[in-house]
């Protein structure tokens, strides 16, 4: 090499190697008459053959940039320690170097790990190429190493976030959507271009504004978590049946969502009611939020959906407990005193009450115990249950003492709904003829002026009334006296 070539070669920027590779030529004329057809193959097969062909390699001279880059003093200091610069992995990389030339190409490039003298782990971008007037021999070969550890350490992190946000996603246990709203994003500001300011009444007035921004929802990923929840085999199918999945009271908080949006709150929640796939309901908490650096178009969102069905049924369980009597399953005394004084403060005129009273409950717990004295509790609230209906409601106000309240009813229909009483009673009776329910009842209809409170009292005097009757009768059968039997008073 000239001087000036050689001032070239060694004040380059990169480091250069220039190799001889006319040995591993030889060793190629070799195999090629023992028949080796398939390099690749045929090295992959011993690596021992690999490392043979790379001791066959001289280095013949090497760059200043390469002294500097391997950390090396000089160039035999460079070339006593080449073990340490390519050690096991570059095997790979070695069969990738010699097939090509075994194949007659003159230029090959890879990438390969090599370690600086101090241990340093480098990242190599290795181009090789013949020099003119040794393609037969392979007798020069200049090679560039390039470090590029920075590059792939980008590489290699921005892999690992990718599977980490990915692991994420999949392996959430809430139900997750990636989704792009740059669509819905582009509609709003035309009606801000529009001058409109109020987008509340905006959507009030076209609700078909709200309509069109969910048809543009554009959904890029969901996990596992999802097809879970919704009952659905798979994303396509999930996205064929978003119609089943998003209904009946979806618009409402699809349109708060979209007046947050336009307010500039990329994050809200709200309690949604959605569908699986199988016609379940679904009470769910709607996470969302535009990802970060997406402020501007919206392209990237997700929203989390977190199942709090159980969470609704112990919530409306416990609403339940709290308005009704557990054994009957009749209203209990809390929601009748609160019901009696809603319909005090109400006009609604005239306002019936039906007070009755289980008789003979305590001598079935004294004589029977108490298991008794539930059945025919129960038995009288399933009776309740089955005739008294909105706007009307029945209530367990004490121990075997029941009320059913009937707002904008006369007398009449008061005494109408007595009579559907006593017909299911006789009818219950039948299939227990053995433990049969004897009832009595009091009626009362509110007079003008009259207070709840007083038409209640009497309702409850009639009652009292019928059962002072009841006891007589039942003390007249008792002496021995021939009485019909009396199921209901």
């Known amino acids: 090499m000239s001087n000036p070539e050689s001032a070239v070669f060694d004040l380059a920027p990169v480091a250069m190697w220039i190799e001889d590779f006319s040995d591993v030529k030889q060793q190629f004329d070799h195999w090629r008459a023992e028949g080796v057809t398939d390099l690749r193959a045929y090295l992959n097969a011993d690596v021992a053959r690999v490392a043979m062909c790379a001791n066959l390699i001289k280095v013949v001279q090497v760059n200043a ?38 194949d007659g190409k003159t230029e090959f490039s890879s990438n ?44 290699r992190n921005e892999i690992r976030s990718r599977r980490y946000a990915e692991g994420l996603l999949e392996h959430s246990p809430v139900s997750l959507w990636v989704e792009d709203f740059s669509e819905i994003k582009l509609l709003m500001e035309e009606v801000r271009h529009r001058g409109i300011v109020d987008f509340r009444v905006f959507i009030d007035v076209h609700p078909e504004f709200v309509r069109q921004c969910m048809s543009e929802i554009r959904i890029i990923d969901v996990n596992q978590a999802t097809l879970d929840l ?7 199918t999930l996205l064929q049946r978003q119609e089943d999945i998003f209904r009946d009271e979806m618009e409402k908080p699809f349109k708060e969502q979209l007046i947050d949006l336009w307010d500039g709150k990329f994050f809200h929640h709200r309690e949604v009611v959605n569908y699986a796939l199988d016609g379940s309901v679904r009470h769910i908490l709607l996470n969302f939020s535009v990802l970060p650096g997406h402020e501007e178009d919206w392209s990237l969102v997700q929203v989390a959906l977190t199942d709090i069905s159980a969470r609704k049924k112990a919530e409306a369980y416990l609403e339940y407990l709290g308005k009704h009597d557990v054994l009957t399953k009749l209203h209990n005394r809390a929601f009748y005193t609160d019901e009696l004084n809603r319909l005090e403060r109400k006009s609604l005129r005239p306002v019936s009450a ?10 079935a717990n004294d004589q029977l115990g108490h298991d008794a004295g539930d059945t025919l509790l129960r038995r009288f609230g399933e ?22 309240l009937m707002p904008g009813a006369d007398r009449k229909e008061a ?6 009483i006593r017909e299911l009673l006789h009818i219950n009776n039948q299939f227990y003829s053995n433990a049969p329910l004897s009832v009595s009842f009091g009626l009362a209809t509110s007079r003008d002026g009259e207070t709840m409170e007083a038409m209640i009292k009497r309702a409850d005097l009639a009652m009292y009334e019928d059962k002072r009757a009841f ?19």
């Open 112 to 155: 390969a790990i090599n370690y600086s003298l101090s241990g340093r782990r480098m990242d190599i971008q290795l181009k090789g190429v013949v020099m003119p007037g040794h393609e037969s021999t392979l007798k020069r070969i200049l090679l560039t190493t390039e470090d590029v550890t920075q590059r792939e350490d980008a590489r």
């Open 415 to 420: 005494e109408t709904l007595v009579e559907m």
């Open 383 to 404: 009776v309740l249950n089955g005739v008294v209906t909105r706007p009307n409601h029945a209530a367990r106000i004490g121990g075997d003492e029941f009320t059913v």
């Open 65 to 102: 940039k390469t002294l500097d880059l391997f950390e090396a003093e000089s160039f035999e200091h460079l070339v006593d320690n080449l073990p340490v610069i390519f050690n096991n992995e570059m095997f790979e990389n070695h069969i990738h170097e010699l097939t090509e030339l075994w």
């Open 471 to 489: 006891r007589s009768r039942h003390a007249s059968s008792s002496r021995g006296q021939t009485a019909k039997p009396i199921s209901a008073t």
């Open 354 to 363: 039906i007070a009755m009273d289980l008789n003979g409950l305590k001598e």
């Open 230 to 236: 919704f009952c659905a085999p798979d994303l396509q």
